[in-house]
């Protein structure tokens, strides 16, 4: 199994950028079934959940990312991503993707994996 993210880089405040994960080596219908979501972590602090999409495709975002941030899945592409809007410098950390199989609730607790991506940097400038 292998999430692979990318789409980070360096933005000013204000900003947008979309973050994308590519799911391979899972079954078509692991991935329908599937509970997937983005995590950050910035120096010096614990990894956090940002947004989380389970297989009745209803998400949950954290305070800080709601109405900024978008989760969503493309089930042909076996991609998940993350619209990020309205960026700023507190948002800067290395963004995870995580992802396992269930079909019941879908929250933060995901960030037990099993799955993990390798990260993809992101940083909000001034």
């Known amino acids: 199994v292998q999430l692979v993210e990318s789409g980070g880089g360096s933005v000013q405040a204000g900003g947008s950028l979309r973050l994308s994960c590519a799911v391979s080596?899972?079954?078509?219908?692991?991935?329908?079934?599937?509970?997937m979501g983005w995590f950050r972590q910035a120096p010096g602090k614990e990894r956090e959940g940002v947004a989380t999409?389970?297989?009745?495709?209803?998400?949950i975002y954290a305070e800080s990312a709601k109405g900024r941030f978008t989760i969503s899945k493309d089930n042909t592409k076996h991609t998940l991503y993350l619209q990020m809007n309205s960026l700023k410098t507190e948002d800067t950390a290395m963004y995870y993707c995580?992802?396992?199989?269930?079909?019941?609730?879908?929250?933060?607790?995901?960030?037990?994996?099993?799955?993990w991506g390798q990260g993809t940097q992101v940083t909000v400038s001034s």
């Open positions: 080596g899972l079954s078509i219908n692991w991935y329908f079934m599937s509970c």
């Open positions: 999409i389970g297989s009745s495709d209803s998400p």
């Open positions: 995580a992802a396992r199989l269930t079909t019941g609730y879908c929250g933060f607790d995901l960030i037990s994996g099993p799955y």
